[in-house]
């Protein structure tokens, strides 16, 4: 399974592409192998899906979007756990990449591994993450 940004879907023509998290070239998926609603398909959600060769390059398969609403916040799981609420380093890239998404769907997969390994690596220096 790949993990990829939306970044395109034309829906009068029933295509768009997904830049794969990992880097690599933009991937086409096309509405009636993806086995979604279109309404589903906007533009910086992220999905996980299966890659295929189709006939002109990489296409995606059996999307599944990544995320949904929000989780618990860390003071929220903390306070839950009753515990130190540290997240693991897994999670914090997780939760790095859906804000990084979020708040700006124009970033490239290359820049958010960027930004994100740096927060993780700054966060992990401060001990914030388990």
Known sequence: MSIGKLVSFDSSRGFGFIRPEDGGPDVFVHVNDIGLDEDELRQGRVFEFDMTEGDRGPKAINLTAVGGAPGPSPRARK????????????????????????????????????????????????????
């Open 79 to 130: 306070e839950r756990s009753g515990g130190g609420g540290q997240l693991s380093a897994e999670e914090h890239r997780r939760l790095i990449t859906e804000l990084l998404l979020d708040a700006s769907p124009a970033l490239t997969a290359g820049e958010i591994l960027t930004i994100r390994e740096r927060l993780t690596a700054f966060a992990s220096e401060h001990g914030w993450l388990d």
